[in-house]
């Protein structure tokens, strides 16, 4: 994963890219002249606010608005349920609300608004979105919402629309697309019905429903003018977004690299202020540092500093802002990777931080920790700093210049020769505003067209192909844009109309279509209108709404995407819907649960990785039922696929079979089986484990057989061949239990011996060397054994006298001997004693105590070590939230308990839905972000 950063998010305001990302100096052609120094004003809010009118009982708002809202509390609850005010908001009081349940733990509808897709005042017969905030039962699949309108609000007649089904339990705002009636009376109204089961109907008698009314006069009114071109007050790294309060402070959320806040947490998915800043007037945003503009033309910036891209003379990493010297009279800025620029309001343009490649533009290779005049170009009205290169434009022709690094082609001189001073941009003129990306670029021309160039191998270049271009090419099927974003591979338009349109990598749903699939070509975002701004993050992206709100989308990995949702827990959650669980495992990103009826469950992997959860290829962060299978006795999770033992001694297996890890046989060039298979000519089986990409099976008769990845001998057959299909184990009899780690293997026979092979670079095979085996060794002094756990590189006993021995890799200090210093023996655990069990995780080690206490330690960024904090380290704490633990099972970055009562409890990362509660790490869809807007 990259440190660097790869393509920062910048906001881009209607009219012209906003400072930091290719912001343009306003020309007089453009907008009324604005002073460098002071915000340009925005044009006046399209969307009315809607009053309680006591003769109708209902909100309303008066004509020539392009958008009714209800704000944030007119209609927040429901009825006696919560603070709703004017209940029950329906016309005429026709339709009481529900009394049942308890405000914001049972279903309510708190906000509705209805708008214009074109951004004119509604109007008869025009086309408008209708957005409901609703609160969401946690059993909300049983939840529902139905949109009406009536033609004539002051004698309804109620006409069904559509029903919208929440994605989650909690707050979020449902959208539906429909056109007003043609003809009607001189007011329509939209009625929302949010209703708890049952059959959709204008006024339904559930005690858990809710509706709400919004009327709104039409007629015709002349079309705003299109928003002026501001600076840029909000702005995002790769993990990290930053926004300017109406005051001038400066709050952000996401990662904190590169930020310095008052008050941090390392969960930050709702924002923080930033501390020691006033009178902010933009912002920017590079790899892990931050620029801020203030309203006297000075610049100030914080976070990393190693190559002097704060541009305050040192290399210092510092604890709060820290103004650049001799700068003033700055009107844009952007942020680098590792270099910063500045725009002045004489058309010269500044620059400072990392010259690896030349993206400093003065002839030399010379990093810089004071800004410095780019020499050769004048008359500079938009520029943008890229990972390691930079482009501008001059005036008065929109000449695009770039200089630094051209691997890809992204300097578009038809080369791929970086250099370090200005070059012209081959064929593009006219041009208003520029974006410098991870190896690519694109420009925004004064005609509403994209033109593009660079790195294309996600399709980020939008021409239909993943052909990389040293010269520029246009964006397919895009007019009328007024702002463009670039991403880490991905890239964002926003157009005229108000609408987003998005192209590109598209993995973890950053380009909020509701797909994770990559598009070579734009499409739109679904269920946005009236937006104003947009931004791309390395894998997010974000829109401004024009009544101030802000929606995100895609990866959240450092809660970039400021919803306020926990996608990791320090503390055990109860996996939600599973009972009589009698055995389970934990895969890299996916989870496994076998009932005592014999029914295998799953659940995680998200969109990306769910092959191995055995039933369609949909994202699961709720358990659901493996397909096709029944009579299952035992489960295995490998790091993308699975194994299952039903009890006729059959071996099942489904996921990612590269390495041969499925044991199917030849692939034959299908690598991924989203369904169960049957591992061919294997019966009698007794037990399965499933390491990275090495499969291991227990026969009845003793005999021990194995298949899949083999590099460092892990299957333990002599050889360091891959295997498709499974091999004997020569050797191995007697064998009582099995384990494997990422490339090693254990086995405890019944004498009570312990045996190893396969990888061996930490020691983790405890024979007192490092010497990798590819037949079994024995374990010196590992006698009385009754348990073995297997992590990525580091081994566990438990003897018959409960005690615990370690040996390997104790880089985090998942040996839990007090210290990081790794063993090729093993040694005694001295913390614990009357241990039960235990689990090896990636880097992490649990156990379990007779007395149903658990116990964690090592590797923690994720929880996955429990405790109730995020802090690594040797010491053994006891897990709180648990108790009468049965089993303990440790993943990559999630952990579970096993009840004595057939309950699971899992904690740690939950990217991709693998607590099972119902929540996820990223969106495919826009989400408000928490704490902005009316």
Not at 338 to 365: C, E, F, P
Not at 803 to 814: D, I, K, P
Request: charge should be negative.
């Amino acid at each position: 994963m990259r440190t660097a950063k790869s393509a920062r998010t910048l906001w881009l305001l209607l009219g012209a890219l906003a400072s930091g990302c290719g912001a343009e100096l306003g020309t007089a052609a453009e907008q009324a002249p604005v002073s460098p120094l002071q915000a340009a004003t925005a044009s006046a809010a399209l969307v009315q606010t809607a009053s309680y009118d006591p003769a109708l009982q209902a909100p309303k708002c008066t004509a020539g608005a392009s958008g009714c809202d209800t704000g944030p509390s007119l209609v927040l609850g429901r009825g006696s349920v919560g603070p709703e005010s004017h209940a029950p908001n329906t016309l005429g009081g026709s339709c009481a609300d529900g009394p049942s349940g308890m405000f914001h733990s049972d279903e309510s509808l708190d906000r509705l608004k209805v708008s214009t897709v074109d951004g004119t005042a509604l109007a008869p017969g025009k086309a408008v979105t209708v957005e409901a905030t609703v609160w969401a039962y946690s059993g909300y699949s049983s939840d529902y919402l139905d949109i009406y309108v009536a033609a004539d609000a002051s004698n309804p007649s109620w006409t069904f629309v559509t029903t919208l089904v929440p994605s989650g339990a909690g707050t979020q705002v449902l959208v539906a697309n429909t056109t007003l009636p043609s003809t009607g009376g001189s007011m329509q109204a939209v009625r929302a019905s949010f209703r708890y089961s049952g059959t959709a109907a204008p006024c339904t008698s559930g005690g858990y429903d809710d509706r709400d009314d919004l009327v709104f006069e039409v007629g015709t009114a002349t079309p705003p003018p299109p928003p002026t071109s501001s600076r840029a007050t909000v702005s995002s790294g790769d993990r990290l977004s930053l926004s300017i309060a109406a005051d001038g402070t400066v709050w952000t959320w996401g990662s904190n690299q590169g930020d310095y806040t008052d008050g941090y947490s390392t969960l930050r998915g709702q924002r923080t202020q930033v501390w020691g800043l006033s009178s902010v007037v933009s912002l920017a945003s590079g790899g892990g540092h931050q620029l801020a503009l203030t309203q006297d033309g000075t610049v100030w910036g914080w976070g990393s500093n190693n190559d002097g891209q704060l541009g305050d003379g040192t290399t210092n990493y510092p604890g709060n802002p820290v103004q650049a010297v001799g700068l003033s009279s700055v009107a844009v800025l952007a942020g680098g990777s590792r270099h910063s620029l500045a725009v002045k309001s004489d058309g010269t343009l500044w620059i400072w931080g990392n010259n690896m490649y030349g993206q400093l533009g003065d002839g030399t290779t010379t990093s810089r920790s004071l800004p410095a005049q780019v020499q050769g170009l004048s008359g500079v009205v938009a520029a943008d700093a890229g990972d390691y290169h930079t482009l501008a434009v001059t005036s008065p022709a929109g000449t695009v210049w770039s200089w630094g690094s051209n691997w890809n082609g992204e300097l578009g001189d038809g080369t791929t020769t970086s250099r370090n001073t200005p070059g012209q941009v081959v064929g593009l003129s006219g041009v208003k505003a520029v974006v410098a990306g991870m190896g690519y670029s694109l420009a925004l021309k004064t005609d509403g067209t994209v033109w593009a160039w660079g790195s294309n191998g996600s399709g980020q270049l939008g021409d239909g192909t993943t052909t990389s271009r040293n010269t520029p090419v246009q964006v397919v099927g895009l007019s009328g844009v007024v702002a463009v974003a670039t991403g880490y591979n991905h890239s964002v338009a926003l157009k005229s109309d108000g609408t987003v349109w998005t192209w590109g990598s598209n993995n973890l749903g950053q380009l909020g279509d509701g797909t994770t699939t990559q598009r070579n070509t734009p499409v739109q975002v679904v269920g946005l209108s009236g937006v104003v701004a947009v931004a791309a993050g390395g894998s997010h992206s974000v829109a401004k709404h024009s009544d101030g709100r802000i929606w995100a989308w895609g990866g959240n990995d450092d809660y970039e995407l400021g919803d306020g949702k926990i996608v990791h827990t320090t503390t055990p959650v109860t996996v939600q819907g599973l009972t009589n669980v009698t055995a389970a495992a934990v895969g890299y990103w996916h989870m496994l649960a076998l009932r005592s009826d014999g029914t295998l469950w799953s659940w995680g992997g998200g969109l990306s990785y769910a092959f191995p959860l055995g039933h369609p290829q949909t994202a699961q962060n709720l358990p659901a039922q493996v397909t096709g299978l029944s009579s299952v006795t035992a489960v295995a999770a490998g790091q993308m696929y699975s194994l299952a033992l039903k009890a006729d001694g059959t071996v099942w297996a489904w996921g990612y079979g590269g390495y041969g890890s499925l044991g199917i046989g030849p692939l034959n060039g299908t690598e991924y089986h989203y369904s169960p298979l049957q591992v061919p000519n294997l019966t009698g089986v007794t037990a399965i484990k499933a390491g990275y990409f090495h499969s291991l099976v227990l026969k009845s008769d003793g005999t021990m057989w194995a298949w899949g990845g083999n590099i460092y001998g892990q299957l333990g057959d002599g050889t360091t061949t891959q295997r498709y299909s499974p091999v004997l184990v020569p050797g191995m009899t007697n064998v009582a239990a099995m384990a494997a780690g990422y490339a090693h293997t254990l086995v405890l026979k019944s004498d009570g011996t312990v045996w190893a092979w396969g990888r061996n670079d930490y020691g983790q095979l405890g024979d007192g060397t490092t010497t990798r085996r590819t037949s079994p060794v024995q374990v010196p002094g590992m006698t009385g054994v009754v348990a073995v756990a297997a992590g990525d590189d580091h081994s566990l006993a438990v003897k018959s006298d409960g005690t615990l021995w370690v040996w390997g890799n104790n880089g985090s200090g998942q040996l839990g001997d007090g210290t990081y210093t790794s063993r090729s023996t093993p040694v005694r655990v001295t913390a614990l004693s009357s241990v039960a069990g235990v689990s090896a995780g990636s880097s992490h080690t649990l156990a379990v105590k007779t007395d149903g206490t658990a116990w964690g330690w090592g590797s923690n960024s994720q929880s996955q070590a429990g405790a109730g904090t995020t802090i690594p380290g040797t010491t053994i704490k006891q897990l709180t939230g648990v108790s009468g633990v049965q089993k303990v099972i440790a993943g990559n970055l999630s952990s579970m308990t096993l009840s004595q009562t057939g309950t699971l409890s899992v904690w740690g990362n939950n990217w991709l839905g693998q607590l099972g509660n119902g929540g996820y790490l990223y969106r495919t869809t826009p989400a408000l972000v928490v704490g902005f807007g009316p």
